[in-house]
Nanobody, 131 residues
Framework: QVQLVESGGGLVQPGGSLRLSCAASGFTLDWYAVGWFRQAPGKEREAVSC????????YYVESVKGRFTISRDSAKNTVYLQMDSLKPEDTAIYYCAADLSAANILRLFSRCAPVSAYANWGQGTRVTVSA
């Protein structure tokens, strides 16, 4: 059974940090792109960052550059999102997703594939940034 499980969300004060994890089971991520997306209340789901699992090539949207770091651990079949200097506008449910075709988009266009391109999704983890 193909499964992605996110963890690591929580409540944090502005300026704080969290590390999200996305653990895959039932398949290996070797040739996939893995993306982190977020959805705030009343807003559409948006890409935050993605990574080519095979070579570690990362991509970040402008709003998180310099604050978020995506990485992967091949031994654990897991992708992480280290989030530093968190802001209230980072509050959202964070989802990870994986897809083979998305890896091609990342390699060819140096950007994350859109939401619709990802076939495998986790259940999400809530991040709340508030004083």
């Amino acid at each position: 059974q193909v499964q992605l499980v996110e963890s690591g969300g929580g409540l944090v004060q502005p300026g704080g940090s969290l590390r999200l994890s996305c653990a895959a089971s039932g398949f290996t991520l070797d040739w996939y792109a893995v993306g982190w997306f977020r959805q705030a209340p009343g807003k559409e789901r948006e890409a935050v960052s993605c990574i080519s699992y095979s070579d570690g090539t990362p991509y970040y949207v402008e709003s998180v550059k310099g604050r978020f770091t995506i990485s992967r651990d091949s031994a654990k079949n897991t992708v992480y999102l280290q989030m530093d200097s968190l802001k209230p506008e980072d509050t959202a449910i964070y989802y990870c997703a994986a897809d083979l075709s998305a890896a091609n988009i990342l390699r060819l266009f140096s950007r994350c594939a859109p939401v619709s391109a990802y076939a495998n999704w986790g259940q999400g983890t809530r991040v709340t940034v508030s004083a």
